[in-house]
């Protein structure tokens, strides 16, 4: 490698790197209600359901033909509490209650984002400036 492909890679990450934290300084500015929020429940890129977070505890059970995954909302968050994938990493990502905070299980093709669905999160978002 030349000294022209050190310049152009470090360009590329600097531009990647600028995006990420504009995006990330922008989630961190945004207002929500504690008990507004929901988690967006999507099963093989389908959305399987969404859920208002809540103080009370509820169990939504996900049976697929991928697998079986089990969810648990209460204080206002959503964890996951059972995953039959081998590797069992969704179940270790924890409770999320945030924005944009997210539970993924790859094996089972379920994903969790917690949502302000009075906040900007329309179709027409814009994802980046380049």
Known sequence: MKIGDFIIIGIV?????LISGVQW???????????????????DGKVYKTVTLTKE??????QTKLGHNTLKVFDYGIQM??????????????FKSKPHEQIICIPNRVLVEVINPGGNQGE?????II
């Open 25 to 43: 300084l922008g989630s961190l500015n945004e207002k929500y209600v504690q008990g507004q929020l929901a988690a967006r429940i999507t099963v």
């Open 13 to 17: 990450l600097l531009i990647v790197g």
């Open 81 to 94: 509490v059972f995953a039959d994938c081998p590797k069992k990493i969704s179940m270790q990502m924890g």
């Open 57 to 62: 505890e509820q169990i939504i059970d996900i």
């Open 124 to 128: 027409d978002e814009l994802d980046a």
